[in-house]
Structure formats: C-alpha cells, structure tokens
C-alpha cells in the first residue's frame, strides 16, 4: 500500500493521503499542497493504523 505526505510551501504536513485522487480532494479544498513525497513503508504501516480520512478536515 503506497502512502503520500503533502507538505505546504514551508514544509509543514498538510496531509497523509494513500491515493492520487485524495491529494486531488485536498487541492480542490484549497489546500495549499507544494510538495508530494511518497512514504516510506515504515511511515506508510504507522499511517494505515492511525490514520483517518476525516483527519483531512481538522485544523493544526
């Protein structure tokens, strides 16, 4: 299972996301995504645990 992290223009996670179409969402919700990386599978295993979509919505 492939994990991506969005990060803003100064570095700072936005988001973790598992598909392409999710970073899609994000940027349709005005978020400002600069950068994609994909995750290491080590990061990926403790994203898929506690991960959550409705993450996406709260605020740092």
Known sequence: MTF???FDAEGGVIARCQTPEEIAVLQGMGRPIAEV????AEEAVVCSLTGSPAEYDEEV
Do not use: P, S, V
């Open 37 to 40: 990386r994909e995750m290491k």
């Open 4 to 6: 991506f992290t969005c």
